[in-house]
């Protein structure tokens, strides 16, 4: 079974639009975190925001937020006041509670291709 | 800022070659690991390493790979015999400790894009 999931293959949005990007996932533990990553087509790996599973506000930072849904299992990034730099992928990715020096691997979704009209 | 860095950013090797892809982690991190990307697709975790060995590994990492920290800053991934499908981008990441409930980001690095022919 997929630990996360995307179902946004590619969204569209207007320049200064807000817009939200679906992800849900799968874990039996207690303790996790979420987290976003943007990756623009130059390719590298930026990270976006963090929200903890004991956190009981939803994370916020700049023009990203997300809406953190613990029962339902999800996680949607809100990006507001959409730029035209923000056409990149972004990808979902999870880390589950580790015990010990385990290494807290990242599990990613497929991700989600935005693509920002002017 | 400090950063991950990797080199080289673009690889070309023939198939049955050895290639050695390199990463030096942010200095204060003591968790290091190598996740790769096969073109159009998701992020998928290779390998987790502290305190000088592996910590976890995926199915992905047979006995083709191997990572070593020869120094305190290199970081490196080894494959030996490669395959066509080992074509991807191979990204370094590192953090200050493994996972949660502490938030600690994983940093990182641009990619190695390695190509094999």
């Known amino acids: 079974a997929q630990k996360i999931t995307q179902t946004q293959p590619g969204m569209f949005v207007q320049e200064k639009e807000a817009v939200t990007l679906d992800c849900t996932y799968d874990?039996?533990?207690?303790?996790?975190?979420l987290f976003w990553y943007k990756q623009p087509s130059s390719g590298e790996m930026i990270f976006l925001i963090y929200?903890?599973?004991?956190?009981?506000q939803n994370a916020t930072e700049g023009r990203y937020s997300l809406n953190f849904q613990k029962a339902r299992k999800s996680t949607n990034l809100v990006i507001s006041a959409s730029q035209l730099g923000d056409s990149a992928m972004y990808f979902c990715a999870m880390r589950e509670g580790t015990g010990g020096n385990q290494g807290g691997k990242l599990i990613f979704g497929q991700g989600t291709e935005l693509s920002v009209k002017p | 800022e400090p950063e991950v860095t990797q080199t080289p950013s673009h690889q070309v090797t023939q198939m049955g070659q050895e290639v050695i892809l390199r990463c030096v982690p942010i200095?204060?991190?003591?968790?290091f690991y190598w996740y790769r990307q096969i073109l159009g697709q998701k992020v998928e975790f290779l390998v987790s390493?502290?305190?000088?060995?592996?910590?976890?590994k995926s199915e992905i990492f047979d006995d083709q790979f191997s990572v070593e920290r020869p120094d305190g800053s290199n970081f490196t991934l080894k494959i030996r015999s490669t395959k066509l499908e080992d074509s991807a981008m191979y990204f370094c990441?590192?953090?200050?400790?493994?996972?949660?409930?502490?938030?600690?980001?994983?940093?990182f690095g641009p990619g190695t894009r390695l190509t094999v022919l």
């Open positions: 990441a590192s953090s200050e400790a493994g996972g949660p409930p502490t938030y600690n980001e994983q940093f």
């Open positions: 390493f502290y305190n000088n060995e592996i910590s976890e």
């Open positions: 874990t039996s533990d207690q303790s996790y975190g």
């Open positions: 200095s204060n991190h003591l968790y």
């Open positions: 929200q903890g599973s004991y956190d009981e």
